[in-house]
């Protein structure tokens, strides 16, 4: 039995990536974040759709094809299409904000 809160450090001096299962068909992900954000300039174009939840802290997202930031609390959550641009414009700097993210080939769909 393992728990998604446990060894959540407060200080990171980069994020932390913890793959929690991995299949060819999908890969889980638990991201502590503290603090960290895309560096000025990248933004992430992945191949894979990815679906997002935030468990705890808080974040702010930039997508490149839309003029306002997506602010992320604790319980939301919304998939990525894959070659959807985007970055971590912040994340909570008083709290560790905890993700979890799901990675999907893009030839298979799930419903919002």
């Not at 895309?38 to 992945?46: A, E, K, L, M, T």
Request: proline fraction near 9%; glycine fraction near 4%; charged fraction near 25%.
């Amino acid at each position: 039995m393992n728990n998604l809160f446990d060894n959540l450090p407060r200080n990171l001096p980069e994020e932390i990536l913890e793959t929690l299962v991995e299949t060819p068909d999908i890969r889980i992900v638990r991201i502590v974040s503290n603090g960290q954000s895309s560096p000025p300039g990248f933004w992430y174009d992945q191949c894979e759709h990815e679906w997002i939840v935030l468990l705890s802290g808080s974040a702010t997202l930039q997508f490149c094809d839309r003029d306002t930031d997506v602010p992320l609390r604790p319980g939301d959550h919304l998939k990525i299409p894959a070659r959807q641009k985007h970055r971590v414009r912040s994340t909570s700097t008083t709290e560790p904000t905890t993700w979890l993210a799901i990675f999907y080939p893009a030839i298979h769909e799930v419903a919002d």
